[in-house]
């Protein structure tokens, strides 16, 4: 969260018991580590706009931190939204704007914060959703000193139907170490542990609310170095890069952690790589800063950091020292924020398929059997790994579990961690059938939990085929396929089935659902990248880049009976791998 609300005692409506101050401040959290124990409650940070928001006869109006109303910066929060009729209600919460890969995004948020009256072309480019956490009043009656567990409750109970709110999940009685893993992989801040008898307390920064950021590790190449002010040969910062394909690209300029311990391990090291000109592929943005003392691109250190920005580089690096490895093995991760401009829609990406050449598909890396990434790769796999849809939806599902079914709630987040951990696997590792199919399994128990009996599932592998090897990533999108476009749209829902069996020499798998179906029309559409039907394309791109013409993909589809995708594919194990040649 950025940005405190800070409104004059006047600024909202009354409700304060005697003795109690407006609720025109809110409730601050304290920096620490993640608390342990029973009695918490924990919620993921989301970066943008701290606003406190109340309704009124003359509807709902926003404040920020400077008592700044910005609500005609935001209309559509308050159009047509039967919320904002309802007088007396105080809400916590943030602005959000998300980047094309479902992260709330800074940049974007600025985009809009600095309009005052946004075009309706503005609010359709970047949209913006209210995130609420907290609840204040209720027609007028101060709520503050309820305990948290029972303010979440009331809140969970307040109808924003047809609005721009969202209340993100909270979790109790779960391991926090999860929530802060699937904060960690889908790209977000940190999160906020919340006392759950807490009370709120106005304008304050207590104990009873802990924030703890999500730090991330990257190894980084050092490409110079900057001196301290005043002091010419002492190390002030470090100019760190990742290897890419037009060289050494700019990663940032590394100011903390650079002890006097670091200087130790770095003396008598730098000296020895200096030379003349920049080692970085690009320009550096002024930042950087001058006197810069130029090295030779070996050393590899290692950085935290909070997240990759828009712009390519490590938000808040703290330097963690050398590391013994070679410079060419050091990359940025898939999900960095500079592969994909958070102003650009993944559609917005330029992809190219390289020539199929025979043995080239599939390479050795050490021991293991990994497909040879392409740009497509990389576009389909960030398409696939994040689907906002999906990630806003299962959390909204989990949440509602929380109160009335709390061992519920604590196995589906553990099956949604999970499925991310095996979502954010490397692109170009190859995985089996079996693992493959048994993530499908996990999306699929998620899914159920949204749409209950309206979704029935069915997935089966036959043990013949179990340890094929596959790409990762080729039954997710069909499955969110037939699921978002098959089954969401048929008011009494379906099925949606799975199978992976022998057929000779090779394997096949079978997606289906008895759903919607697709017109002629959108299986022509569904031969190319498009976004409406799941992303068959990239999938077909994906086992052509593994298996060349060895494989096949087929669409059979009917309006008002369903769709079925069938894969075709070599059935190759990592036993046979080593004795059989792909050829493209």
């Known amino acids: 969260m950025t940005g405190v609300a800070t409104l004059g005692d006047t600024d909202l409506p009354g409700g304060a018991g005697p003795g109690e101050a407006s609720p025109g401040r809110p409730m601050l959290a304290s920096s620490g580590d993640l608390p342990r124990g029973a009695g918490w409650a924990f919620e993921f940070l989301w970066d943008g706009l701290r606003c406190l928001a109340r309704t009124g006869e003359d509807g709902l109006r926003l404040v920020t931190d400077a008592g700044r109303d910005v609500t005609s910066h935001f209309p559509e929060l308050g159009v047509a939204a039967p919320w904002t009729a309802t007088s007396g209600l105080v809400l916590d919460g943030v602005v959000v704007a998300l980047d094309g890969v479902g992260r709330p995004s800074a940049g974007k948020l600025r985009r809009r914060h600095r309009v005052a009256h946004p075009s309706e072309i503005l609010q359709a480019r970047v949209p913006v959703s209210y995130y609420v956490f907290d609840v204040l009043e209720v027609a007028g009656a101060s709520t503050r000193r309820l305990p948290y567990r029972q303010r979440r409750e009331l809140l969970g109970e307040l109808d924003f139907s047809g609005s721009k709110v969202v209340i993100p999940p909270y979790f109790a009685g779960v391991d926090a170490d999860a929530v802060i893993e699937t904060a960690r992989r889908y790209g977000l801040d940190g999160i906020v542990a919340k006392r759950l008898e807490s009370t709120y307390q106005v304008g304050r920064r207590s104990r009873s609310w802990i924030e703890t950021p999500v730090r991330r590790s990257q190894e980084v190449v050092v490409g110079g170095w900057v001196p301290a002010r005043g002091r010419p040969d002492v190390v002030g910062a470090l100019l760190v890069g990742v290897p890419g394909e037009a060289g050494l690209r700019y990663s940032g300029r590394v100011v903390t952690g650079i002890t006097a311990a670091a200087r130790r391990e770095l003396h008598g090291v730098l000296d020895v790589l200096e030379r003349p000109d920049s080692p970085f592929a690009e320009a550096l943005p002024d930042e950087a800063g001058g006197g810069v003392h130029w090295l030779a691109p070996r050393l590899v250190g290692q950085v935290e950091h909070r997240r990759w920005t828009a712009t390519g580089l490590l938000e808040r690096p703290t330097w963690q020292g ?226 060349g013409s060895q494989c096949d993909v087929h669409v059979d589809t009917r309006p008002g009976v369903g769709t079925a995708v069938r894969l075709r594919l070599p059935a190759v194990t990592a036993a046979t791998a080593a004795d059989q040649v792909l050829v493209g």
Do not use: K
């Open 322 to 547: 050398l590391r013994p490895s070679h410079p060419a093995t050091v990359a940025a991760p898939v999900l960095a924020a500079p592969v994909v401009d958070t102003d650009l829609e993944l559609d917005d990406l330029e992809t190219t398929d390289g020539p199929e050449a025979p043995g080239a598909p599939i390479r050795r890396a050490g021991n293991e059997l990994v497909a040879a990434p392409t740009a497509a790769d990389v576009e389909s796999a960030l398409r696939s790994r994040f689907s906002a849809h999906f990630v806003h939806n299962t959390l909204t599902a989990i949440a509602s579990y929380v109160r009335t079914d709390p061992s519920r709630a604590r196995e589906l987040l553990t099956e949604f961690a999970d499925f991310t951990r095996y979502s954010f696997r490397s692109g170009g590792e190859m995985t089996t059938i079996g693992d493959e199919l048994h993530n499908a399994e996990r999306y699929l128990t998620l899914e159920q939990a949204r749409f209950g009996a309206r979704l029935r599932a069915e997935v089966a592998v036959a043990p013949e085929v179990r340890h094929v090897l596959v790409p990762p990533f080729v039954v997710a999108p069909l499955v969110e396929n037939a699921v978002r476009h098959g089954i969401e749209p048929v008011p009494g829902g379906g099925a949606v089935s799975v199978f992976a069996a022998g057929s000779g020499p090779d394997c096949v798998i079978t997606v289906s659902d008895d759903g919607a179906g697709m017109g002629p029309d959108a299986t022509r559409a569904a031969s190319r990248v498009d976004q409406r039907h799941g992303g068959i394309a990239e999938v077909s791109r994906r086992l052509r880049a593994a298996f």
